[in-house]
């Protein structure tokens, strides 16, 4: 199963290993940083295109962030 704490824990894991803050993170994706902190403390989720300018940005493949080589259907 996908958890958000999963999704979020992804997140914040890649933005450590970027070189970029929240601020620069938003700037790059055009969303505001609070945006970009509801996304790291699990209090809203990306939509589909700002989930993958996210993506995009921090040169990340989706299936990792999403954690989905892990996936179990049952």
């Not at 601020?23 to 699990?42: E, F, N, P, R, W």
């Not at 990306?46 to 989905?68: M, Q």
Request: with cysteine; hydrophobic share 40%.
């Amino acid at each position: 199963m996908i958890s958000l704490e999963k999704i979020q824990d992804n997140l914040i894991e890649a933005l450590k290993h970027s070189d970029l803050t929240q601020s620069d993170l938003a700037k790059k994706v055009g969303v505001k940083q609070t945006q970009i902190s509801c996304y790291l403390h699990g209090k809203k989720l990306p939509s589909l295109d700002t989930f993958a300018n996210i993506c995009a940005v921090l040169n990340l493949d989706p299936v990792e962030i999403l954690d989905l080589a892990n996936y179990d259907k049952d």
